[in-house]
């Protein structure tokens, strides 16, 4: 599947997302920036380097998205920076490069009685590396 993705030579795929929960950090779905962008290989090797031997030049809606990430990137303020995200996402609906067909399903883990200052819930998600951000080097055995 990795050799026809990165060749361009793929119609369709079923693949895991970012769930949503920060599109800015993974923006793979909604614009073609990296040959993680499975539906738009060629157009992110453009928009990487123009002259690798895979690019080929988008068209001018996608090359729109580029630029409005390129916006998303040097806005100075976390607003600014979320509402040129949005107009960037709604770009990407009305495109519609990939279909999501739902978000995770909650999911559970197990820890003992005696553990302490584990969180209740976690976000878990391919930008979201968990268990590390809630910080496990304070959980504690009592």
């Known amino acids: 599947m990795y050799e026809r993705k990165n ?3 793929l119609d369709a795929m079923i693949w895991g997302g970012e769930g949503g929960v ?3 950090l993974d923006p793979r779905n909604y614009f073609p920036n990296g040959n993680e962008s499975a539906y738009a290989v060629a157009w992110a090797a453009w928009y990487n380097n123009p002259a690798d031997p895979v690019a080929e030049e988008p068209p001018a809606e996608i090359k729109a998205m580029m ?3 390129a916006e998303v990137k040097i ?3 976390w607003e600014a920076q979320v509402a040129k995200m949005n107009e960037l996402l709604q ?3 009305d495109f519609f490069p990939c279909m999501g067909i739902s978000t995770p399903t909650p999911s ?3 820890v003992k009685n005696n553990m302490y200052n584990v969180p209740e819930k976690m976000i878990n ?3 979201y590396p968990t268990p590390a951000p809630v910080n496990t080097f304070t959980f504690f055995y009592k």
Do not use: H, Q, V
């Open 75 to 77: 806005a100075t303020t």
């Open 22 to 24: 920060n599109p800015i």
């Open 108 to 110: 559970y883990g197990i």
């Open 125 to 127: 998600s391919w930008s």
């Open 67 to 69: 630029d409005k990430f």
């Open 91 to 93: 770009m990407s609906a």
């Open 7 to 9: 060749n361009n030579d």
